[in-house]
């Protein structure tokens, strides 16, 4: 769920609190843990509906909204608009690009998180030997295959 969201889940306890519901229904009703709401009740004592609002938690990342549209688009145009020779990105390929993109640095272990943040995941391209050869393959499927299957029987 979103920050957003769940602040919205979070601003449902207060009419519960109110009403003397019990934190065990509370939480089986929003779909948490009784923790969860134990500490929301805590909040919502010291500072009312406000302790229950979204904080604004760990450090500010590097990059913009804008900067990281531009990321993406860069990285949609693929490794090779950039000297690469193979299609493929790899995490030390992103984080240089990051680089000239927007002068932010990130480690190579790091720039994961904002392929994240873009809503990116990891993808490994599937393994073909170079020599394969597609027609062989057809061929075979097509002649070969269905000659084997049917001696398949006799041979159980």
């Not at 948490?32 to 604004?56: D, I, P, Q, R």
């Not at 490994?124 to 027609?135: I, N, S």
């Amino acid at each position: 769920m979103s920050p957003e969201e769940l602040e919205k889940r979070r601003l449902k306890a207060p009419v519960f609190f109110r009403r003397g519901i019990s934190q065990y229904a509370i939480a089986k009703k929003l779909g948490v843990s009784k923790v969860a709401v134990h500490y929301w009740h805590k909040e919502w004592e010291k500072k009312g509906e406000k302790g229950l609002l979204k904080k604004n938690v760990g450090p500010k990342g590097k990059l913009t909204e804008k900067q990281l549209a531009k990321v993406e688009q860069a990285l949609l145009r693929g490794p090779q608009a950039y000297g690469y020779e193979t299609g493929l990105w790899t995490l030390p390929r992103i984080t240089e690009a990051v680089k000239k993109i927007t002068k932010a640095t990130y480690k190579d272990r790091s720039i994961w998180h904002v392929l994240l943040r873009m809503g990116w995941s990891c993808q490994k391209p599937a393994r073909k030997a170079k020599e394969r050869d597609e027609k062989a393959i057809a061929r075979w499927k097509k002649v070969e295959w269905p000659s084997i299957k049917k001696r398949a029987p006799a041979l159980a």
